[in-house]
Structures are given as structure tokens and as C-alpha cells.
């Protein structure tokens, strides 16, 4: 063949089945209430992620001399959201293996809820950390049980041993009453048990519009990239069972920076999966 | 009150139930294939029409000789397909009624199913004509018997007089084959039966991308505006039960010409309904 | 009815005259040196408002709690400035009355002159605090005594108590040579005299271009949105007799994210004004 | 000096005074009923004339062989309309002069009412040609009878002897009632007296918003631009006492087809202009 | 693996080397002299066509019943152009085989000079049909003998037999003198021989920018998507050695119809392609 | 004249060759490898300087009181990068004369080793400070030495005596090995030695991208623009022999917000320039 691709995320390799770090794009795109479009964010994070580095800086680690490897995309059901989230479920239950850590990437912040019901399978304890602007601890929204702004209360009564909640700045009165929040990297790393694995829920709206204009519900107020960075730096080195990164819509954002900055916190996640593996 | 508000189409009022014209929004936006958005086009084209004249230079009309009522939208159910057809199938029903002509604003072309098996309940005989570039004719979509792509389909399931296609560039070849198409406004006359009442379905992407952009399905090579209103004119007189206009996914044109083009579609619409009325 | 309308603000009613937060679009758009587009600014914050929550944690109170009411926008005789200024500064007058507090919705900034002067007649001593980028002082612009440049020279030259400037960067260094700023939350709230009423004028290119390109005037280096939240708290409690809120010119940011950060600041000054109320 | 600038119209060089042809911007941006922008029309234009050829295959003539200066914009009293209106008029009557011939680039069409008046004063009679989608012919809009779409009314009141309008396909039924069309290039033909002068009035918006989408009020079913160029034809040879192109709101074509489309036209039309010098 | 990717164009295979169609990108994008971004068409294409269908009604053929291979992006050394048009020249003569029938996905239309020095080393005599806006016949450019603007002359010094240009509206005096025009798909057919082998040449730029922004130089007064077609279908069923789809800009065009544009046009040429072969 | 143009950076003349500070255009625009549409920057940098004001509160100086030219932008062989290399060198040589002072504005950062060769001649001995996102410290970049990654790796074989480099944020391991970084604006001022002079080369991506998403190569987690601010501060009354501000790529960002911000860097660096006059 003369020509090249560049479709994979980028240092990648196609999923063999091996150990290493595998990424999966979940495109699930129904419940937004205000605007969609996180069914592109995996294939945009993805072409994003060939203007980086494969080093970082931050953590001084390269996906060079890491295993890591790109699954593609899930096919979904369109309109099905009960065989999609049942899709999803079973997709993760076999990407979960000794020596292998997975990051899938949104689509929607409801696919949190079939993730954790297949890591919960294998790991029935872990710390949860949650990145995001909103609380999504309804109940219910709109009449749904199931839905983006419902996702952290149906991750809880899977149980979960322990939750942080970073960057969350918009909810009802009720919902911040039942946050868990982590203030600064300080407070979460105080927090964090070391010897219990964690799964980190990274909703990219955690970010500040002003950096993240691509996203399903811009919320103002958001954190800074670097600030973001210095909370993934804490989990540098801890078990990682595995991640999300969600609610990327990359459409909204003609200039492909929200794009990059999703591919350079996959870049950093990606590393602090490998970080954690003994 | 000191000021005022363009919410509702240009020269409507509130629905209060009289005789006239009806708009009622219907953003069912879950099962595109490609992007989505249909959900803010109601909304968009309301505040486009606010750029237009209330007289049709076509058709010899004035929106502010007639009486029409803006119903506002449904709210749906997010993320719930099945409770979302039946709310629109429900309300559509409740909207028709003798000297009432609803033209039902979407959202994505499945509504047509819906609105369509509301209006078959009163009138059992009807001819349907349809806008599109799509053919629409599939059984089903990626596994699924609802979608946008098999949504005639489903309505020539219900059973339908006859059946003229406008504007048809894309499909498989099965679908070409099943086609019953009306290659130019000549012909589209000469098959109407004008002694059977008519029902319109508008698919706003039978339009060239080249003015219509904001779709969630751009297809080249299709019809001029004008060209467009040499088919609507041919309408002129007819009794019209009903009418949708659908697809219109107003963010991708941030020139806003899409949704100003669709809100010169609904105003000539609006009238044909009029002047079927005895 | 079947359907809803997004158009007023959230969480408002219609305007039946009694006590409450009363919000007023006043879309006067002329005398813009640069580009122009503000008078799309209620319109398009009042959409935007409908992503939010009606809570705010930075404040811990919910519209929901409160009487708010949305009046709609003032229509201005197009091209006629004077004509402008006396409708806005009549319907202001109408606006204030015993237990109700106005947010003025621009429209460029210049409206704050005709709005002030309808406040000075019922209320002869004042304090303003000014969120701006600019300081707005020149004593004329282009030649013209009244235009968005020279908006706060004539204000101070109907007679305020005290001002305190925040944010500003840029002007002239005649106009440096003139500002009353306030450095930090600390500094206005020391400045500030409790026993007197509040007038709150914001700009809201105050913010920095990169979360709020959408203005007239963009002009790098201001606020973050975290950093004016900061400003505002210090005002909760404190009488606050109107205030305005101008310059979004939201078609110039088509991630819509300006308009979000607009309805925001908006949904905290409608709070000040009803924590204010004894 | 080193470098270059592209400030001029291509093939142009500053205005000395001497026989040829002659653009002046008049950037007047004041009474748009919806958005405005048409301030930048003159200087995007100009920017955009050099991605052209300055030869013409529709006219077989070329650029570099004709003197054609450009004489900048004139600088407005932003908001002021009287004066600025006054100074259009004065300074078009100075571009008037042996030998020489006028474009003026808009702005908004209102610049035509003080362009002809200047015009007046030295040709008592002239034939007006006049390209739009909108009748423009109101007696008074929004209450005012100074706006772009009283203009043609205003200036039939100055008295012309005949007015050919092209393109047009929005109005009341009143202007429709009022309007002189011509419906077709032989039609325009015909109807043109060769003995003379002639007078051209370009709305940019006549033009299709498929491929003019960067104006204020964008009317779905006009002319495509060839068939623009087929009217533009006729005027070969004629004696063109000057001409006017209006209406370009760049900001809302962010792929910048609508300032080559101008640029492109308004080379013709000087093309004309030098074409019927004898 | 679980996922899938769409990185290739819809339809076709990794090549292998055996017979069918070949796709390969030719990322160069260098000489433009007003905007680039033309190395970013080929990959835009490929995501555009998954929103198409693989029959053409057009062509009344199937991508689904031959034989399609896509073969990724060359790399090319940027800023390098002697080095990059060489790589270009050899991966074309590598592709060129019994049976096997390249498109090259350009990338600015420059590439069109090494791709024929490579067909000519294996079809001494072809004829050449050209879609363009521009002339292309300049001898040099701002001093520069290899250029988009001068692609055609050095094509013509190659030696070819017969040249048939279609869609051209832009060039010098002189180019237009020198110009072998198609006016209408009849006289193409009428020029051709079908016995002399064809080559492709074709600028997606000949299409009207109304429907095609996304191009380095938008020229207006273009053909319209179904004008093309017309041209297109003249070809079916003759001996095609080759083609090129060149000068696609995709991010200056924020629709996405600029791209599946092209890809549309990219699928009938590959079907055209296929139809010749005996 | 009738009318003005606004080409010319604010506040300055045409260059006439005498004692001041010279701006000119370096419109090279060839080596990215991500995306281009740096050689519009100069251009749009101009424009967007007259929504600024002349006076520098950060600095407390104004433009007014400086003699400030305008020399225009270079004209380059399109795709000839090594003559394009010389010709910047010649040019930038003639522009450093006793009390003249070039500011350079790109364009790609390549260009800063011919305007570094040119300066190396006057100036054997300066110090660098360098303003940029990435280390541009590689030896080579896909196989090529000369390009925008390969920039600082040339320079400093140029020879200089001490480098300082602010806002780095992405390279491989071994150009963070070599880097020569200074954390913050104090140790940038004790770092420097006030009796070399000093040459600033300004890569504009330094700046996070949330503010200036209008580059070739956005890199998330930039500084502010206020921390610039402070950076360049520490040069006032410096000897500073010269300057570059380069990597613009204005298209990218429609907000003109990236242009906005890079016309206010270049105020400031213009002021220091002045301000460093003995």
C-alpha cells in the first residue's frame, strides 16, 4: 500500500486482545436535553489527537513506550437506547482482562451506567472520580429514569465505595446536597483510598466553555486545562480500573480546539491507566 | 406589558381551538443516522418567518387574511422512541377537526408515521405527496423497523391512495425500484385526483444543499427554490388534510438561510391549507 | 393547547404589573463604532437561559423561589435614535414602582443613559458599579455626543453618588485619568456605602474574549467568569435598584456559548435584586 | 518600501480626480429591520477582488485597460442618520464630474435616496435600473420614512423617468401592485430607452441566497448568478451615469463566497460604466 | 475487535494490489495563491461518503458490485514541493496496472502534473477532459513555472491529444484564447473519440460555490451538482485510464456539503472508472 | 480624496525609511504540518488593530507618541521556499538601521531564522526570548530541516548568547532535555542580562487556545493573556533589536477574537521596542 491512515487514535495499534490500554469509542447519542452530536466525538478526538505529542510534559511518560490499542466504534442501535446500553454493557464485560485497562470514549455521559454495571462484575470495589460541571444526580429527568442528567444517581446504587466530585457547578438545590465534592487536587488526593482501585468518569464539560465550547451543555465557570491537569496528576501511580471521557460534541466547535483538548485529556488518561499497572 | 416577543410564526396567534390553520412542533430528533439536531427546527423557523413578508407573490396570498394559530411544541420524552410516537400520535389526532388543517413542524421525517396513523382515524382515503431527497423506502434501518430511512415504508404499511415523490436522488437500487415518482409539476398535476384529499409531507433536504445546508442529510443535486414553489403551486385549491415539514437541523447553517428557506416553504403551505378550505 | 414556547426567560411569567424581578429587552443597536449585532442580545439570552438550573450555588437561591416576570422587548423605531432613547427611558419609568426591580436587556450600552434617567427620578442618590472593558468616558465619540463610547460620561453628568469601575482596560489616558475603580472584590466591598441603593450597569465584555467573543468590542485580558461571580457575591443583600445588562452580540459566537455565560450573570442579578428586597 | 498592501479594489489605484471610474464606500449601517453588518460590505469586497481575474469573459474587456481609482470609504457619523445621509449626498456630488464615472458600494440600500439626489442635481433625467429581492417601495416602515425599504419609494418621489426592477420577489401586495418589473433580460431590453442615461441600482440580495448568503435579509427563489449576468449584458455600451451595490453583510458568510460574488459583480458593473464613455 | 472504523472510503477495501478501482490521497498543498487547506480534502472525502448511498441512480450502478480499494493519504515532505511531486509521480506509476484504474484524491490541482507525467509513461496517447473554473494555461505564476494557475500548460507540454475543457469562467485574455471548451455535454460527446483512451481532470471547483465553498479560490457562475452529472454520464462505458479530484478545502466549509460534495462526485467517477473496464 | 482606508496597523504611516519603529509583513505560509493560513495573519492582525486604542494602560505609553510605520507585507515565491527564505532575509536587512526598530509579522515561524540571519549580521551578539506552545527545538521534521518544528533547533546554531523560552508546553522528551524555559515573569527578569540586547520572536500559540483558537497548531493549557502581559512587562526600557510575531492563522477563528488578541500582543511589543530607544 503507498498511502497511510491516520483514523486510530494516534500511537495506536488495533485491538489484538493483548494487555495494554485499549480505547473504545460508545457513540450513544439520545437523551441531551439541550443539543447533541457526541456520537462524532470519538472519530474527531481521535484525528485531534495527531497535532499532539506522544509525550507529556506533566506526567513524563510516552505513549511510545506504552502497549496501547484503538478498538474503532461500537455500532448502536439508532433510536434503541435500551439495545444500545445493552450493547455497551457487553462490549465492556470483554474488554476487561488481566493486564488490560480500558478508556471508552462518549458519545453521552449515560453510558457511564452500562460501563459500571461490567466493571462492577469484576471489580465489586472501587472509588469513583467524577469530572463534570453538573451533578447528574436526579432521580428522574423529564420523566426518564434513565438519562444524562440521571447517571451518577444510577451509578450509585450499583454501589460505590467512594465518590469525588470535581468541577460540578450546576444542579438543583437538592442534587448539591448529596454531592460529594473534592475542592482542589489537594482534598481529592487526601481522599483517595491507595489501596482501593478507581474509575475515573471524565465528562469533558468539566472544562470551561471558553476552552470546551464543543460540548452538549456548555455550563460557565468550568476549570482551567491546567487545573485539570493538576487533578489527573494525582491519580498518577494508583490502580486504575478503567475510564470515560464524554460528552465531547465536536460540531459546535469550528475551530477543533475543544477536539484537542479532549485528545490531550485522553493523552494524560491513557498514561495514568498505564501508570497504575504493576 | 411594555415590550413584545417573535416566538410564535409570523401573523399567528395562540391555538384556542377555532377553525383555521394549526402549527404544532414536533422535535423528535433520536434516530438520525448521520448528525442530528431536528429538534431546534420548529423553533428556528419561527423566528425566520419574523424576516418575511406575510404575501406570497406565488401564490396571491396573505398570511393576515387567514386565521392561523401557533400551538408552540411537544415536549417528548428524551430518549424514550416508543412514548414519544404515541404523545405525537395522540396530539395530532386532538388537532384535527372540521375546518382545522394542521401542519405539524418536525423534528426528524419518523413524525410522518404518527401524524399519519392520527390522521388515517378520519380519513380513511388520502393521497400522499412527498417531498424528499431520500427515498425512505427501506424495510428497515441498521436492525431497526422505526427510523427516518423507512419511514414511507411504514406509512405505505397503513395504506395510502396514492403516492408521488418529489425531488428522489438517493437510495438503494430495491428502493428506486418501489419509487413513485412525479418527475416535474406538469406531471405531479396530471396524477393528483382531485376529488381525494391530500396530505403533504415536506422533507425539507428535497431542497439543494446548496440552500438548505441545515439538514442532517445534505444530498446533492436537488431542487431549486423555484422549483419548489412550481410544485407547491400545483397544490393550490386542493383540499389538504394535512401537512409536515420535517429535517430542517437549523445549527448547521449558522448564515441562517436554511431556516429562513424553510419558513417561505411553511408560509406557502400555510396557505395551500387555506385554499383547499371550502 | 398541545405545545410550549421557550420564549421568556425561565422560570418567569408574563408581566402583570406587581411586585417582583421584571426583565425588559431594550434591542437599541446604532452607534457602534466596530461591528454591531447587540440588539439579537435578550432574544438569544433568554434561549440560552433554558440550559441552566434555576439554582445557583455561588449564591444559594433559586428563581424558582422568587416572583420573576420577562416583558418582552421594547420595538424602537429603527434608524431613530432620539426616538429611541425617549421610548427606552419612558418605559423604564414604568418599570419602577414599589417592590419591583428592573434588569434592562441590551442592546448596546449607550441604553444606560435614557435608563438612568428614568432611575434618577425616583431616585435622586445612587451608587453605580460599572463591569466593563472599556471605560466609556470619552466626552465624545466620532464627533457625536451620545453613543456606547461616551455612555458613562453623560451618566456621571446626570449626578451619581459614588461609581466603582470593574474590569476596565481599556480607554484613552484621559479616561484612565478619570476611572473610580475597584481592583478587587475586597475593594468594592469596602467602597461600597450599604445604606445607600445600588445601580448595577454591565457590560458584558467585562468577561475575557476567550468565553465571551460574542460582544461588540471584544478586548483581551478581562474577567474570568468565576472571577466576576466573585464581584457580584459582594453584592447580595444590598439594596439594588435596577440594572442592565448589555452588548452580547450573540451571532458573532456560534458555539452559542457567550449567550449561556450572558444568561448566567443574568441569573445572578436577578437574584442580587431580589436579595435586596426588604 | 518593502511590501505591499491589498487595501485597494485590485487593479485600482488612489483617486486623483481625473476621467475614469471612481468607487467610494458608503458604509452607512443604521436602519436594518433584522441584522445589520452591511458597514463592512466596501472593505471586504475589496479584499475579495483579488482572488479574481481582471479580464472578463462575459464582456471580453479587461480591467487593466480602463482607469478605474479607488477612493476609500468615507468615515460616517456612526448614529447620527441626517448628518450621515448629508454627508453620502455631498460627497457623491463631488465624484460627479466629466469623464468620470461613480460606484458606490453600500452599506445599506438607503444610500441610494442621497446618491441620487446628488445625481439629480447634474442628470434631470435618467432611467433607474434596479436589482433586489425586495420591492422596497413602503411609504413607511416601523412608523420611519428614511429605511432600506422605503427607498425606492423615496426615490421615485425624486422624480425618474422610467425604472426597470429585476429579481424582486418580496413585498406587500400594495408594492407588488407598484412595481415595475422587468422579467426577463430581453424584457429589460426592450424596455430600455438607448438615448438615456441610465442609473444602477444594485441590491446584493437579488442574488439567490444559496450563493449570496452574506446580507441582511436573505430571500429564498432569486437569481442565479449567471442569470445575472445575462441582465447585466444588456447594459453593454449604455451610457451609465453611475451605479450603486449595497447590501453585503460579509460577517454572515464566514466561507467568504459572498465577498467574492460582489467583487465579482461590481467588476462588471465598472466594466459598464467604462463601457458606454464615448 | 469490537468497533469499527470509517476511515476508508465507503465501500471499498485496503488495496492488495489486484484488480479495481484505486483510491489515493495527494495531500499537496503548497502553491495556492489566495487560501489553502486542499491537504485535508482527501480525508474529509472519505467521512463524507458514509452519508451516501452506494447505488447511482444517476449511473444505475452499484459501489457494492465491483472491485474498490482505497490505499490512505501519500506522505508528502512538507515544504519540500521538487520532493513531493516526485513522490507523487511514483506512487502513481505504481498503480497504474492491467485492470487497476486510480482516482487521486487531491490535495491543490498542482498534483495533476506528476499523475500524467506517470500515466504518460504507460498510454503515450489519451485524451484529457478538464472540469475547472480556471484557465489553468498560465506559462508561470508570480514567477513560478510549477503552480496550480499553470497546471494545464505543463500538462499540454506532456503531450496530449486532445483536450476538452468544461465549466471554465476564469483566466487572461490570452488563456481564454487558448482555451478547448466543451459548452455542453452534447459537444463533449461529440468530441471524443472512443477509441483513444480518457484521463479526468477534475477541479471541484468547476461546481457553483453556492454548492461548493470549500475550495481554495471560489469562482462564481459555476455549474450547478446536476449540470455536472449531465457531463459525467457522457463517459459512461469509455475506456478511463485514470482520474483526479482535486483542490477540495473542506474547512471552509462548516455545512460539511462541500465535502460529501465531492464525495458524491468521487462516487460516480469511480463507477465511470469501473464501466470501462471490458 | 473622499475617503480613507483602514490597512495600515493603527497609529502609523507609510514606511519612509527614517527612525521608528517598522512593522512588515512576512506572509510565509508552506511547512505545517497540521493545518495553514498563516499568511493571512499580518493582514488580518492590521484590521483587527483599529477596534483597539493607542494607549497602553499596561505599559502607560501610546502609539501617538511614537513614529510608527507600516511597510506592507513582503510578496514571496508561492511554493519556492528557499527563494522565499531569501527574500525575507534581504528584506529584513534593509529594514535594521540605526533608531529603526523591525517588528516581523508571520506567517509561520520559519520565518525567524532568515529575519535571525539577517539580524546576526548587525547583531553578533542579542539574547532570545521566545514566546511559543511547542520547544520548534527537533533537528529535523519529516525528513526536512527546515520548518516550523525545526525553527529554534536552526536558530541557535546561528549562535546566541543566552535563550530564554516561555509558555512550553509540548515536545518530545529530548527537546524538553534542551529547552532553556523561564517559569515565570521574574525569572525571566533576573535571567536576562540588561546589557545584551534583546530580540523577542513571539509564536502567538503561547496563548491558550480558549483565547486564541486562530493558529496553525492549537496546544491546550496556555498561558492567560493577562500572564503575557506580565511576561513582556519585564522588557520595558530593554534594548530590544528587534521582533516577531508569528503563527496567526485568523480563518480558523470567525469570532476575529485570535486577530483582536494578536494585534493587541503587537501594540505592546511595538511600545517596547520604543520604549528601549536611548
Given at each position: 500500500m503507498e498511502g497511510v491512515f491516520h483514523?486510530?487514535?494516534?500511537?495506536s495499534r488495533p485491538?489484538?486482545?493483548?494487555?495494554g490500554i485499549v480505547l473504545l469509542g460508545c457513540p450513544l447519542d439520545v437523551t441531551?436535553?439541550?443539543?447533541?452530536?457526541?456520537?462524532f466525538g470519538p472519530e474527531s478526538l481521535r484525528r485531534a489527537s495527531?497535532?499532539?505529542?506522544?509525550?507529556?510534559?506533566?506526567?513524563?511518560?510516552?505513549?511510545?513506550?506504552m502497549a496501547l490499542f484503538d478498538a474503532g466504534d461500537l455500532e448502536l442501535p439508532q433510536g434503541n437506547l435500551p439495545a444500545s446500553l445493552d450493547r455497551i454493557e457487553a462490549s465492556a464485560a470483554k474488554m476487561i482482562a488481566p493486564g488490560r485497562k480500558p478508556l471508552f470514549l462518549g458519545g453521552?455521559?449515560?453510558v457511564t451506567y452500562p460501563l459500571l454495571k461490567a466493571v462492577k462484575r469484576f471489580f465489586p470495589l472501587f472509588q469513583l472520580v467524577h469530572f463534570d460541571a453538573?451533578?447528574?444526580?436526579?432521580?428522574?429527568y423529564e420523566g426518564e429514569k434513565l438519562s444524562h442528567a440521571t447517571v451518577m444517581k444510577r451509578v450509585r446504587e450499583l454501589g460505590v465505595s467512594r465518590m469525588y466530585q470535581v468541577g460540578i457547578r450546576s444542579g438543583t438545590r437538592q442534587e448539591f446536597a448529596e454531592l460529594s465534592p473534592a475542592h482542589s487536587p489537594a482534598a481529592l488526593a487526601e481522599g483517595l483510598d491507595r489501596d482501593i482501585p478507581v474509575y475515573v468518569s471524565f465528562d469533558?464539560?468539566?472544562?470551561?466553555?471558553?476552552?470546551?465550547?464543543?460540548?452538549?451543555t456548555p455550563e460557565p465557570g468550568g476549570l482551567t486545562f491546567r487545573e485539570v491537569m493538576d487533578y489527573l496528576c494525582v491519580l498518577k501511580g494508583m490502580e486504575i480500573i478503567g475510564a470515560d471521557l464524554v460528552e465531547?460534541?465536536?460540531?459546535?466547535?469550528?475551530?477543533f480546539v475543544s477536539s484537542v483538548c479532549a485528545a490531550k485529556v485522553a493523552r494524560e488518561i491513557v498514561m495514568l491507566l498505564h501508570s497504575g499497572i504493576k
Open positions: 483514523n486510530r487514535y494516534m500511537s485491538d489484538e486482545g493483548g494487555p441531551s436535553s439541550f443539543r447533541g452530536g457526541s456520537k495527531w497535532t499532539l505529542e506522544t509525550y507529556s510534559p506533566y506526567l513524563d511518560l510516552d505513549l511510545d513506550e453521552e455521559h449515560l453538573h451533578c447528574d444526580l436526579r432521580d428522574e469533558i464539560d468539566v472544562l470551561d466553555p471558553s476552552v470546551m465550547p464543543g460540548v452538549t465531547l460534541a465536536p460540531d459546535y466547535d469550528t475551530t
